[in-house]
């Protein structure tokens, strides 16, 4: 079975331009989440969606940052415009449902210069 | 509000050396507790976990008691090899129906052969 589906792995980007992740969850997965991990921390959720419906964005940056999930299965997370600061890994997590184990994929590593 | 401390990195063992990363947590309620490994280029993964409390999780050899009384969670291993060599991450789940992981921010172990 494939497991959470991340591209592009690296994205190296410009300051001040919009960048976008692409996310597939595993088949049947119902929860999907976004987290952002910077380098030597642990991640942090941004986003998590039920279907396609966001039940918890309270970490997401909402000037600059945006998600959706149109048809609740694949999800995309857009930064425009982008800061130096936010240079990190974005992990995408799904679950079969809310309380059930999450399974991360490999992340995007999104450098800013 | 909620926090996962675990013991700073890196760690270096030589192989078949006994491992211990610590890990505390502050939390409201009953949280599940958990440990996530990182494998170099790869995306987390669950090693072990315990939903309450005097639960014992294990997995590859390694194992966790989630200790209430001192509000902990510390991963043990007998011995370890060269291909435990990762990034781990100590977690908590919130209590209740966020499914919100909270993450500790990682210890390097690194086994010399």
């Given at each position: 079975e494939a497991g959470v589906v991340q591209s592009p792995r690296y994205k190296i980007i410009e300051k001040k331009q919009p960048v976008a992740f692409w996310c597939n969850p595993i088949s049947g997965h119902n929860t999907l989440y976004w987290y952002l991990q910077?380098?030597?921390q642990g991640p942090e959720l941004l986003i998590r969606y039920e279907n396609e419906e966001a039940v918890d964005d309270s970490q997401l940056p909402k000037d600059r940052f945006s998600a959706e999930r149109l048809k609740g299965v694949d999800s995309t997370l857009k930064i425009q415009p982008a800061e130096l600061g936010d240079s990190a890994v974005y992990l995408c997590a799904s679950s079969l449902e809310v309380d059930t184990e999450a399974f991360f994929g490999q992340?995007?590593?999104?450098t800013v210069v | 509000g909620n926090s996962v401390t675990q013991m700073?990195?890196?760690v270096t063992l030589s192989e078949e050396a006994f491992l211990t990363i610590n890990?505390?947590?502050t939390a409201t309620g009953y949280p599940s507790l958990f440990w996530y490994v990182q494998y170099p280029g790869?995306?987390?993964q669950l090693l072990l976990k315990a939903t309450k409390a005097d639960d014992k999780g294990s997995n590859k050899g390694f194992e966790a008691t989630y200790r209430k009384e001192t509000t902990s969670f510390h991963l043990e291993k007998g011995s370890v090899q060269v291909s435990d060599s990762a990034v781990y991450f100590c977690a908590l789940r919130e209590a209740g129906a966020t499914n919100k992981l909270i993450f500790g921010t990682g210890t390097l172990l690194a086994v010399q052969p």
């Open positions: 910077n380098l030597g992340g995007t590593r999104l | 700073e990195g890196p890990c505390t947590y790869e995306g987390l």
